[in-house]
């Protein structure tokens, strides 16, 4: 494709003396290989209606060796068609094990923070979006060149942690939580919210002072409360990790928000000093938003002088400045929360930092109701905590396979790959609809379906002793497939750009769909087939599977030895 697009543009330079992106689409085969508007795009800056224009390209197109057709559609398209030796020459031209990948991001640093676990609760599946769309952003942000820092940026700090140890002490006790773990924690955590909301009605607030006070000990350096987060903190880390280790998504960080909160504190008080915040009367410290378009201020310390979400994020902000320099910092954090980072960002920008931050968002995951009405997964509705949906992936990919020879290892990777894969069905900012029946389809957009077809290809090549080809062979038979490799490269570059690993998943699907079409028309090793059909054949399923392999690798998706 860049030979294409250099040519074009030196066809343009000599006739018009102007430099042009080219961009190339992939039109219906029947008009050919790949398609070009430059000509309607160049009609005000020549002067000359789009048709003329693309007439006088596609006559030096034509006296080229590149394109063995050149046509004009409409008012000035030009579709152009390519041999498949040439096309598969230009693959194995620039082919290597890390094809695809660019240095697009070289000598750049990101931090991308995922997936922002909170303490004492059960890691639900709340946070699958996160720990997937952060670890796809990191790894391709790494395939291009990126130098990349992943954070989990723990919520072990405020208001919670009162809640936690005041409903700890009402409602549970050291057998529950030696029996239970986190899910007893968890468990304390609502029934104590609940206890808040009903003690509110009735006008009253001893439950809701004593979180408090619990919040303030802490921060005070209280020996008892100090003693409780680290008791919470490390049931909480031990099943955090545990989940995480299960979804392959290690950071390369754990700093929480106790790391931050004092620091946070600090940084205010110097804002202030600095006149970029103002303390109130009651002792709450803001920073004015109007010239931003806020009409509310940022709140980054309460009255009682206690930390806040913000606190900590402020600090979070010159921490990652002064000790990483990224270049960008990338949140993945749901949708809910689009409203604090936008007033996030412009804090930071009014206090002066440079580094460009990015709010990964990302929609709900939603499950079909019993009533056959479509709504967010809750655990009213079944399934939430996200250890136990894992286990049932995990029973439903034995469900799939029905084959007594599979390893569990396989089996992991299966349920993961199909949990996983759904969660890029489609652009991040949509709700995803999480059906049991559709994400192991072995028939359909899942994970389970380009898995096989990865399996299926390197059964092939396992099967086959595969050696140099011919460089007669022509390809003809395999040009749909080489059009589609040929647009990996690219597919990972705008993926990359646009923090996007939807389009990589689509990608896969479409290969997967292309391979089967091949399959259905054309033997392989076996049947009618020469020995350098075979060995050309065999020489591009392998870029096939490397292709299969790491366009998975960048959605944290593994490919089976069987299926």
Not at 122 to 131: A, D, E, I, K, T
Not at 190 to 212: F, I
């Amino acid at each position: 494709m860049n030979e294409i697009t250099n040519t074009i543009q030196q066809i343009i330079k000599h006739l018009f003396d102007i430099e042009v992106g080219i961009q190339l689409s992939r039109p219906d085969a029947q008009f050919g290989d790949y398609a070009t508007n430059i000509a309607m795009q160049l009609t005000k800056k020549v002067g000359k209606n789009p048709r003329e224009i693309a007439e006088l390209i596609a006559d030096k197109l034509r006296e080229t060796d590149i394109f063995t057709e050149v046509t004009i559609a409409g008012p000035g398209f030009i579709n152009l068609r390519v041999s498949a030796k040439s096309l598969a020459k230009s693959l194995d031209d620039n082919w290597s094990e890390n094809y695809g990948g660019n240095g697009d991001g070289e000598s750049k640093t990101a931090v991308v923070e995922y997936p922002s676990a909170n303490m004492a609760k059960p890691f639900s599946v709340g946070h699958l979006r996160s720990g997937n769309q952060g670890w796809a952003v990191k790894r391709l942000l790494e395939t291009t060149g990126w130098k990349v820092i992943t954070d989990n940026h723990l919520g072990d700090y405020g208001t919670p942690f009162g809640i936690w140890v005041a409903g700890y002490l009402k409602f549970s006790d050291d057998e529950a939580l030696a029996r239970d773990g986190v899910y007893e924690l968890g468990r304390v955590y609502v029934q104590t919210k609940k206890a808040l909301k009903e003690e509110k009605e009735r006008g009253e607030s001893g439950l809701a002072d004593l979180a408090q006070e619990w919040l303030i000990k802490l921060e005070q350096g209280d020996a008892t409360a100090k003693m409780y987060s680290e008791k919470f903190n490390k049931i909480s880390l031990e099943h955090i990790h545990d989940i995480m280790n299960r979804l392959k998504i290690p950071t390369d960080y754990e700093l929480g928000e106790a790391f931050f909160a004092p620091m946070g504190k600090e940084i205010a008080a110097k804002l202030v000093e600095n006149g970029v915040a103002v303390k109130n009367d009651d002792n709450s410290i803001i920073v004015s938003l109007d010239e931003y378009g806020f009409d509310v201020p940022m709140l980054i310390q309460k009255s009682n002088g206690t930390a806040l979400y913000a606190t900590n994020d402020l600090a979070t902000l010159y921490y990652r400045e002064e000790n990483w320099h990224p270049d960008k910092v990338v949140y993945c954090v749901g949708s809910e929360q689009q409203f604090y980072f936008t007033q996030l960002f412009a804090m930071a920008e009014k206090i002066g930092i440079k580094t460009e931050l990015y709010h990964l968002w990302f929609g709900a995951i939603d499950q079909i109701n019993d009533d056959g009405t479509r709504g967010k997964m809750s655990s009213r509705k079944g399934v939430v905590s996200l250890e136990e949906l894992l286990d049932t992936a995990e029973a439903k990919a034995r469900e799939v396979v029905k084959s007594g020879d599979i390893s569990d290892d396989d089996i992991k990777k299966i349920s993961l790959g199909a949990i996983k894969f759904s969660d890029f069905a489609a652009d991040r900012r949509t709700n995803i609809l999480f059906d049991w029946n559709s994400i192991f389809a072995l028939t359909g957009f899942s994970g389970p379906y380009i898995q096989y077809a990865a399996v299926r290809v390197n059964k092939i090549l396992n099967d086959n002793t595969v050696v140099d080809y011919d460089e007669n062979y022509d390809f003809e038979s395999e040009k749909s497939v080489i059009l589609k490799l040929l647009q990996y490269p690219e597919v990972v570059r705008t993926a990359a750009r646009d923090l996007e690993p939807h389009k990589v998943a689509m990608f896969l699907y479409e290969l997967a769909k292309e391979l089967n079409r091949y399959y259905e028309n054309t033997p392989v090793a076996i049947g009618d087939v020469t020995e350098i059909e075979k060995q050309a054949r065999l020489n591009l399923l392998q870029k096939v599977s490397q292709i299969f392999i790491n366009g998975l690798d960048l959605l944290g998706i593994e490919v089976p030895s069987k299926m």
